[in-house]
């Protein structure tokens, strides 16, 4: 067809529910590929950036839905996907902040064609709601991270809690959790669990957990993060 062939990353996805601990198990993957890998370049990125912008969230009507499948912009995703595995010289992923929740307007993390890609996000193996392109599509290899729910929801509380901690110790007004760390702790967790309850609960029932068939392979994790079980999909 009369077009360079460049050499393209093999891709790896990493689904799950929010605070099941996808990005501790990306960074760990991460690490160990570089260490067994050498001089190949191993690169990590998240979906987070592709969300659209609080201020968009909030002009859509959409603020309440944060993290569900029509929060994010599924186009760029699929663009940004599509350069990669074209072996684009240069491509960019937009920056999400959890300190403000938010994206980083006009900054991107650069990638220059590395040899492995990891792709880290609630919504890598979900059906996109305005794209008829699937971002498993661009995947050799696909991981769903799984626990019970009722263990994923004390993770979450968990992490809450760190966060206020941090938060607190930081002293930084100008932190997405500031705001929490000025009320009682039980009410700040009370308000977490019905945050729990009435969104990420939901958007795991509906849109995450019946993902998990699609993947490749599925680490189901017991108490303390303790991978207890290996499920490899039958081709």
């Known amino acids: 067809?009369?077009?360079?062939?460049?050499?393209?990353?093999?891709?790896i996805g990493i689904a799950g529910s929010v605070a099941v601990g996808k990005s501790t198990?990306?960074?760990?993957?991460?690490?160990m590929l570089q260490a067994e890998f050498g001089d190949a370049t191993v690169a990590l990125t998240t979906t987070d950036g592709f969300l659209l912008s609080n201020?968009?969230?909030?002009?859509?009507?959409?603020?309440?839905?944060?993290?569900?499948?029509?929060?994010?912009?599924?186009?760029?995703?699929?663009?940004?996907?599509?350069?990669v595995k074209a072996g684009k010289p240069i491509v960019r992923s937009p920056k999400y902040s959890h300190e403000i929740s938010d994206v980083l307007a006009g900054?991107?993390?650069?990638?220059?064609?590395?040899?492995?890609?990891?792709?880290?996000?609630?919504?890598?193996?979900?059906?996109?709601?305005?794209?008829?392109a699937y971002v498993s599509d661009f995947f050799d290899l696909s991981i769903y991270v799984d626990a019970e729910t009722d263990l994923i929801e004390h993770w979450y509380l968990q992490r809450?809690?760190?966060?206020?901690?941090?938060?607190l110790a930081e002293q930084d007004p100008t932190n997405f959790f500031w705001s929490w760390t000025q009320i009682p702790r039980e009410k700040a967790e009370e308000i977490a669990r019905r945050v729990w309850r009435d969104v990420n609960l939901v958007n795991l029932n509906e849109y995450i957990l019946p993902t998990r068939e699609r993947a490749d392979i599925v680490l189901h994790k017991?108490?303390?993060?303790?991978?207890?079980?290996v499920w490899l999909r039958k081709f």
């Open 222 to 229: 017991s108490v303390n993060h303790f991978i207890s079980e």
């Open 107 to 132: 900054e991107y993390d650069e990638f220059n064609r590395p040899e492995i890609f990891i792709v880290e996000g609630i919504n890598v193996l979900q059906a996109p709601s305005n794209s008829k």
């Open 25 to 31: 198990t990306a960074r760990l993957l991460q690490y």
């Open 55 to 83: 201020a968009e969230l909030r002009a859509q009507g959409l603020f309440n839905r944060k993290g569900f499948p029509e929060s994010y912009d599924m186009r760029a995703l699929i663009d940004f996907l599509d350069d």
């Open 1 to 11: 067809m009369g077009q360079a062939q460049h050499a393209t990353p093999f891709v």
């Open 160 to 167: 809450f809690n760190a966060l206020l901690d941090r938060t």
